[in-house]
């Protein structure tokens, strides 16, 4: 007798069981995670905004704790849409394995329907005819290795369709949960968006009142100036922690990397965003009006509120803040000493220790901690200097 169809039985193929993409799962949590943080901030935030009402504050600080209120809120928001956009990720792989798993599971019911006809037909009788046939006990003791093969393979293909059964449950049940993650996602995102519009427009009110007093201005550009100095203290200290890190060989939490040297791109790197220049780089006179002239170490971009800020160079994300008179900000390390730093932004995409390269999108033009509009201020530091982003810009 031929053995084609044991051979067929044989080589059917082996189907792969399928791993959950774990890295969707710790991606959502820590995205999670970073949003609570921000909505106890914000509460806190807000706690602080009721007491200097009932002091009857001045308004600079008011304005001050409203603009940080407001500017959190942003963060959740982009916090948020980071992780619909995770949640539509595992949703659709979700649905395609589960695709997969489905058609998988028809074939090998398929297959073992065609086994179960055969063993119905011949069974028993058949296999004994098989080995009591043979022209040689050697070739019996073949055959009944090759049954015993199939017999077990049979047992194994049971265990495989149920195990598919068993897959499909738990992936339909996951689907289930990230779908209702994904609702609980949009109503969360719906209400903050109500909080932003609601307390821009607290905020726009403030300003007016600023605008109409000049001590109160003044006093913004000065908070501004002690700000420009924080921010250095922040881009010296990153320094000297990838100095520390690079010195030392102990095993650290410090990403690093080897990206190109971004000196070799100078004047050829993308803007982060498309815009008119409003601000120059170096001593420039304030554009307010105020007749005081100011040492920039940045530039400002004018560009619409929600426009896509883009990363110049690849790095790694060092560093999300806020500070008053920079408002949210974000710094990327490019190696070898070179920082970019971008701030007045809106909705912030990514994470920090997150890498990011040429042209990614990693923020959306706003107006926290400005009081002259939507824009984007850009700067570029290396070896603890700041640099005319101009230059440095195609």
């Known amino acids: 007798m031929r053995f084609s169809y044991i051979y067929i039985v044989l080589i059917v193929f082996t189907i792969p069981k399928i791993i959950p993409a774990e890295g969707y799962n710790d991606k959502i949590t820590r995205n999670r995670s970073s949003l609570d943080k921000l909505k106890s901030e914000i509460d806190a935030i807000q706690q602080q905004i009721d007491q200097t009402k009932k002091k009857e504050t001045d308004t600079n600080e008011q304005i001050a704790l409203l603009d940080k209120k407001v500017a959190y809120i942003s963060r959740a928001r982009g916090l948020l849409e ?132 000049k001590t109160n ?9 002690r700000e420009r100095e924080q921010l250095t203290k922040l881009i010296a200290e990153l320094e000297r922690n990838r100095r520390q890190q690079k010195a030392s060989d102990k095993p650290s939490d410090y990403v690093q990397f080897d990206f190109d040297d971004i000196t070799k791109a100078r004047g050829k790197l993308p803007w982060p965003v498309n815009g008119k220049v409003i601000t120059k780089y170096g001593r420039q006179r304030d554009p307010g009006g105020s007749k005081t002239y100011i040492n920039n170490t940045d530039i400002e971009i004018q560009s619409k509120l929600g426009t896509p800020v883009k990363s110049i160079f690849s790095g790694v994300i060092r560093i999300i803040t806020y500070l008053p008179g920079y408002g949210n900000t974000l710094i990327v390390d490019h190696g070898k000493g070179y920082y970019s ?46 640099y005319n982003p101009e230059i440095w810009l195609q």
Not at 178 to 187: F, G, P, V
Not at 217 to 225: A, D, F, G, I, P
Request: charged share 35%; proline share 0%; hydrophobic share 30%.
């Open 217 to 225: 201005y003044l006093s913004q550009l000065k908070r501004k100036e």
């Open 82 to 213: 980071r992780e619909r956009r995770l949640l539509n990720a595992k949703i659709d792989e979700s649905n395609q394995q589960l695709a997969e798993t489905q058609n998988r599971i028809k074939q090998l019911k398929a297959l073992y329907a065609e086994r179960a006809v055969y063993a119905y037909k011949y069974g028993r009788v058949r296999n004994l005819e098989l080995i009591l046939s043979s022209s040689s006990l050697n070739e019996a003791l073949i055959r009944y290795r090759y049954l015993k093969l199939i017999a077990e393979h049979d047992r194994r293909m049971i265990e495989s369709i149920q195990e598919k059964e068993a897959e499909i449950i738990k992936l339909k049940t996951d689907l289930e949960k990230n779908l209702n993650l994904k609702s609980r996602n949009l109503r969360e995102k719906k209400k903050e968006e109500s909080n932003y519009l609601t307390n821009r427009s607290k905020k726009s009110n403030l300003l007016k009142e600023i605008y109409k007093q």
């Open 341 to 386: 730093v971008y701030s007045h932004l809106d909705e912030i995409y990514v994470q920090k220790e997150d890498f990011v390269k040429t042209g990614d999108v990693l923020a959306t033009v706003g107006d926290s901690g400005s009081f002259t509009g939507a824009k984007l201020q850009f700067g570029i530091y290396g070896s603890q200097e700041s």
